[in-house]
Each structure stands twice: as C-alpha cells, then as structure tokens.
C-alpha cells in the first residue's frame, strides 16, 4: 500500500512538530508538502523536511496531496479545512476544531459533502488514566457523579517560553482556556456524563497578556452535578490533577504522582474507609494513528467529532461568559 502523502497546513501552533514527527514515525504516512501563512517559517520548516514550500495553498493541495495536517491558527481554521475538504483532502487538526459552532458546522458540512475524514486532536482521551477512569464510572463505583475537578498548567507566561503569538486574541481566539484549558474542559465533561445545562467563566491577568493566562469555568448539569476545570500559564508548579467525586466514592489522580486512587462504599466494606490504587492501563492508539487507520478504511472517527463540536459548544460559551459577565445557559 502506497504511503498516504500529507501536507502540513502551518507551522504556527507549538505542537506542529509532534505531529510532523508522528506523520514520519508511521509507516503509511509521509510529509511531502509545506504551506504557511508566514512564509518565511514555512520555507524555513520546508527545507528541514526536504519538501517542497508552497506559497499558494491551492496549489499545495493541488500538488497531489491526499491528506493535511493542520496548525494554523485557530482564527484560520474554518477556512483553510473548507478549502482543504473541498480538494477531497483528508483533515487532522490541532484543538480547537473552531472557536464558534458556526464555524464548526461549516467545516462539518465541507467535510461531509466532499467524503473526506476528520479527526481532531485531543490527545488525553485516549491516555490510560481517562480509560480506567471511565471503566471506573461505568462500573459504577462511585454512584451518582457529584463532581468533576480537572487541573491543568504550566508556566510558559511566567518563564517566557510560551510563543508571544499565543498572546495574540485575533489569532487564538483567546488565551489559557482556548489553548491548554481544552484538555480539562473535554474530561470534565466525559467524566460528568451528562450534557451541561449552564457555563459560567472567570478569567486572570496575571503577567498583563491581552488574553487570559490564568483562567477557571464551571460547568452546572440538570442533576446537581459540577464540572470545574481550569487551566493557567503561570502555575510552575501545579500538577494536572483528575477529582471525581460521586455519592459512593471518589477518585483522584496526579496529586502530584501519576497515581490513580479510589475510595468506595460501592465494592463493599473492605474497600470502605481506604484508598486503594488503580492500575493504569495502556494509552489507546493516539488520534493521528486513528485518523490513519479512517482513511484506510473508510470510516469515521464519530466519537472524536462529537467530543470536539461539544469542545467548541462549551468553549464559546465560557467566553460569552466573561464578556457578558454572567452564566450562559445552554
């Protein structure tokens, strides 16, 4: 079988390289093409690759591409993956898929009509901590899910490693909850298991950036349920931590180990009053490879799409939320 040739849309976004890495790792895969909206980066990456640097991105997709990768900035999502669909390009993505439902529904529909798949990047829901986690829930060992807390930051504002264009409120569509705030908002809302019915945002300023670098949102459910997840630039310290609580236990994770822990009433008395450590399986193959194996195949990657419309959906309303100063019912 022919590898899949691939066009890399962008090298804006910080994780570009692990993708291209990914793309070159996989033995049906290959890197064959570069555009860039900077062109003097997309010649600089170009010629590390050994590719050639297209100035047009109609003719990158002219140039006998099958598939792209996209790390354009958020702002430019919905118009280079229309474009992109619309050449019967297959399309993976770095989060968010679009910083609007509109936008989303957009992409969707070009996706759709020219039969090409889609897959979005978020990565932690195929790590082995959400995987038990999950099993975990299902199984019912802690009841009724109460509450969700889910931690996530770095230091990039504090310690200056953070591109200053990640500053940027045009191109990001925001800041520490656009960007890393992803991860803990898409498992919060697995773990709730349930549709939110309302989002309300607060969002810090800590080093005067022009979008948020420390920010929280919350997350209310027709049940009683809370989700919280948060995120930050200018947290050195914090680990990403995972709370799930319910009305028969809790599980923590990564306070600060890498540990996953229960304590339940639901297995009985000798699980009551004690915590107990959960192995952690295997991380699930990743959402490249799974992207990979939906073209081959033909099939979709249903379940990752739905995640990142509900990612968008919960996104736009946390920033209507600060603009507006209130909660955002859903």
Not at 153 to 164: D, R, V
Not at 295 to 324: C, F, H, K, P, W
Request: charged fraction near 20%; charge should be negative; include cysteine.
């Amino acid at each position: 079988m022919a590898a899949i040739r691939i066009g890399m849309i962008s090298y804006w976004h910080v994780h570009a390289w692990d993708y291209t890495k990914e793309a070159l790792a996989h033995p049906d895969t290959e890197i064959t093409a570069v555009w860039d909206e900077n062109p003097e980066r997309g010649q600089e990456q170009a010629e590390k690759l050994g590719v050639p640097y297209y100035a047009s991105l109609t003719e990158m997709l002219d140039s006998g591409i099958e598939a792209v990768i996209v790390d354009a900035p958020t702002r430019l999502h919905r118009d280079v993956m229309v474009q992109a669909a619309r050449a019967g390009k297959h399309i993976f993505t770095e989060k968010v898929l679009a910083p609007n439902l509109q936008e989303v529904q957009e992409i969707l529909d070009a996706v759709q009509q020219n039969n090409v798949k889609l897959a979005v990047s978020l990565p932690r829901l195929n790590d082995g901590y959400t995987l038990a986690i999950s099993e975990a829930l299902q199984e019912g060992l802690l009841g009724r899910v109460t509450q969700v807390r889910v931690r996530l930051s770095h230091n990039g504002a504090i310690a200056g490693w953070l591109p200053e264009h990640f500053y940027d409120p045009v191109d990001c569509g925001g800041g520490a909850l656009i960007d890393l705030g992803c991860h803990p908002v898409y498992l919060t809302r697995l773990f709730l298991g349930e549709d939110p019915v309302e989002v309300t945002a607060q969002f810090g300023y800590v080093m005067d950036k022009r979008v948020e670098d420390n920010a929280v949102m919350t997350l209310s459910t027709a049940s009683g349920a809370v989700g919280i997840a948060e995120a930050g630039f200018v947290n050195p310290f914090s680990p990403f931590t995972i709370e799930v609580h319910g009305t028969e236990g809790s599980l923590l994770y990564g306070t600060p180990e890498s540990k996953l822990l229960l304590r339940t009433g639901a297995k009985g008395e000798e699980y009551a009053g004690q915590w107990h450590e959960l192995e952690i399986p295997a991380n699930r193959v990743g959402a490249f490879a799974q992207w990979i194996r939906h073209i081959q195949d033909g099939t979709s990657a249903e379940g990752n799409i739905r995640a990142a419309v509900e990612l968008t959906r919960l996104m736009e309303a946390a920033y209507r939320s600060v603009q507006e100063k209130r909660s955002v019912v859903l």
